[in-house]
């Protein structure tokens, strides 16, 4: 027995210092914070166990407690002990000095020998009463049992070996208790622990411990919270525990023999009442109701089947908590109809006022967080409730789905998505999918493009589109409702602006004609020409008219915005290109004093043709005509204020999403 002890001890080191090595104890970090303090509050009912046990020499039950409550000599032996852990753990808490518990401790003792002496009951007789910890049984001084080679020859090897699968068990249960102590411990002392380390330095000290004939040994809850209620949070303290288990080794335990049982047994009522009135009591308090049943789940489990158990079903409970907490994190971060959230294509009044008409035919739905049955439910729940509103149901024709702040979806989720692509089809809605390419998100897209290819008749609409990012799937969108809609609306004929149609509301006669046309030069813009650069003086305003320019804009933003708390933080520098046709640039610059940088840089995308008016025929108009000056600063003005409108709120708009 003795061997398999030592082999079993110096396999459970070995796995602590392989686990160390690997960097695997930080495994623990992902224990919820309710399940710990469940494993500290089990503690205190198995250290307040284990009092009554030093105390009586029975173990705690209903039955027992009764018959210790019945025998004279019992209740006398755990009154004190009660007594003096109470008293210690009301001290400690009236004053948190370093020598308040040694003081109890001596004072104590003293005390509970001063009583028994006016009982007449001397020590010896104390004693033979069962008061105290000694007699021990007859034994000599330690001796490892390497050096005793007449013990080695007796050992079964065979049979040692037989017993490995409960050997690695044990070690596999020594692990767990190691990591939970380590972790309990941080929040006890309320600093950090390196529990790769402390595995190492375990394993080093079991293996030495098991050659040595040792049992199995790791950080004690007990005594490092009775050190560091004590104040003695240094390593000194480590090398005098250490030399007093020497000092026992050498002596043996007979050293030990006129210890009063209520002084240990107070020890332990003491650090029993420490944990449970930290976790019950002030948890009741400072937690919330959700956490504190899981901590009364794993404290019951504990009391009645024990700490593994306990820890299995805290973590079972915290799950189903945090799932119940979870699914309550709304998966929409934000919907919109086409119109009232534009892409980045100018449109002209026509085509906005149209799309503004056809936007109850849309439904745009920007998603975030993970996706898992919890919480995809409400995706579904808004669609159909989309779907059931008055007319929508024949209305609806578009539905987007923006993934730029998913983080994750596991495979509950899928079935959710599955129904959304049903409906869909059933309703012949076209199903636009943006910002989907996450490594993370390929079941999703392959389950939607599967129903994308299955049972869909030539006549239907139906169909599964992907884009890069929510505006490229917003233009598309948008083109398809245009194309489809443009000659019953008759937009081929709507107003657009032209150079002829600005001269023609600024201008009154044909002088005035004459010189709007010298101040505005014609330009020919060739696709790849750069028009400006970010930081290039605005000293001219550009009328584009057939051509197509897009202006690359770095838009910074605010790193911490993380209100979504999952894939929210944006980068500090996002490029937005702004296509710009049939509208003025530079006008915003131009106006502002003359001379103001540029903004962003501006490359023609397509060829075509233009004007340019620059400050110094800005100042001959107004010098020679000086009215036609001011209703070519009108107009401007006005298109001006209707650009920056448009232009804030897509940009206040697009970046919320």
């Given amino acids: 027995v003795e061997a398999m002890l030592a082999v079993t001890t110096v396999i459970c080191g070995s796995l602590f210092l392989v686990l160390g090595r690997l960097q695997l104890g930080n495994i623990i970090r992902f224990l919820p914070s309710p399940v710990i303090g469940g494993f500290l509050a089990g503690s205190g009912w198995v250290l307040g166990c ?32 009660v007594v003096f852990g109470a008293a210690m753990t009301a001290l400690s808490r009236w004053n948190k000095q370093w020598y308040t518990i040694p003081t109890t401790l001596l004072g104590g003792t003293a005390i509970y020998f001063a009583a028994l002496s006016t009982q007449g009951v001397s020590p010896q007789g104390a004693m033979d009463l069962g008061l105290l910890l000694g007699p021990f049984p007859e034994g000599g001084r330690f001796s490892p049992m390497l050096l005793e080679t007449a013990k080695l020859d007796q050992v079964l090897w065979r049979a040692v070996w037989d017993q490995l699968p409960r050997m690695i068990t044990v070690a596999g249960l020594g692990t767990i208790a190691i990591l939970l102590n380590n972790t309990a411990l941080e929040v006890q002392l309320e600093n950090d622990i390196d529990v790769n380390q402390e595995l190492q330095a375990a394993g080093l000290s079991n293996i030495l411990a098991g050659l040595g ?61 420490s944990f449970l009135s930290e976790w019950l009591v002030e948890g009741f308090f400072n937690m919330s109701r ?12 504990v009391a009645g089947l024990g700490y593994m158990p306990g820890v299995v079903v805290g973590i079972l409970a915290a799950i189903v908590v945090f799932v119940s907490d ?54 579904l729940d808004l669609v159909k409730g989309n779907l059931a509103d008055a007319g929508a149901k024949s209305q609806q024709k578009y539905l987007l789905m923006d993934f730029r702040y998913v983080v994750g979806i596991d495979g509950s989720a899928l079935s959710i998505f599955k129904k959304i692509s049903a409906m869909a089809r ?57 194309s489809r809609y443009s000659n019953r609306a008759g937009l ?41 650069r970010k930081g290039d003086f605005a000293d001219r305003i550009y009328f584009v008219e057939t051509a197509e320019l897009s202006a690359s804009i770095s838009a910074p933003l605010d790193e911490e915005d993380t209100s979504s708390g999952s894939n929210d933080k944006q980068p500090s520098n996002t490029q937005l290109n702004l296509p710009i046709m049939n509208n003025f640039l530079g006008a915003v610059g131009f106006y502002s004093n003359f001379g103001t940088v540029r903004f962003a840089d501006v490359v023609v995308m397509k060829t075509g043709s233009g004007y340019v008016l620059t400050k110094e025929a800005v100042d001959l ?10 209703r070519t600063h009108m107009v401007l003005a006005g298109h001006l204020s209707e650009t920056i409108i448009a232009r804030n709120k897509l940009l206040t708009q697009y970046y919320q999403t």
């Avoid at 934000?334 to 026509?350: D, I, N, P, Y």
């Fill in 492 to 532: 081929d004929n709507a107003e657009s602006l032209s150079f002829k149609s600005i001269m023609s509301s600024v201008c009154k006669s044909e002088d005035d004609e004459a010189q709007f046309r010298k101040a505005w030069r014609y330009v020919q813009f060739q696709a790849g020409d750069v028009v400006c």
């Fill in 426 to 482: 059933a309703n012949n809605i076209m199903l636009i999918l943006t910002d989907i390419g996450k490594p993370e998100l390929e079941p999703v897209l392959t389950e939607l493009r599967g129903e994308s290819s299955r049972n869909v008749g030539e006549d239907e609409d139906y169909c599964v589109r992907e884009f890069e990012d929510l505006d490229r799937g917003l233009q598309w969108m948008e083109d398809t409702i245009l």
């Fill in 326 to 379: 979870y699914s309550k994190v709304p998966v929409v971060r934000q919907t919109f109809e086409c119109g009232k959230l534009c892409s980045t294509v100018q449109r002209s009044a026509g085509e906005r006022a149209e799309l503004l008409a056809r936007g109850p035919s849309t439904k745009a739905i920007v998603l975030q967080g993970f996706l898992f049955f919890g919480t995809a439910y409400g995706l």
């Fill in 621 to 630: 108009m107004a010098e020679a005509n000086p009215d036609l000056a001011i």
């Fill in 50 to 81: 284990g009092a009554f046990q030093v105390l009586t020499g029975v173990k705690l039950d209903p039955a027992t407690l009764l018959d210790v409550l019945q025998d004279p000599v019992r209740s006398a032996a755990l009154g004190p002990g």
């Fill in 213 to 273: 004939g040792g049992l199995i040994g790791y950080h004690s809850l007990g005594s490092t919270t009775l050190g560091y209620r004590m104040g003695a949070g240094t390593r000194f303290t480590g090398f005098v525990i250490s030399a007093c288990y020497v000092l026992a080794l050498w002596a043996g335990p007979g050293s030990l023999e006129f210890l009063p049982k209520a002084l240990v047994g107070g020890l332990l009522v003491f650090l029993s009442l």
């Fill in 290 to 301: 959700s956490d504190y049943g899981v901590v009364l789940t794993i404290l019951a489990t």
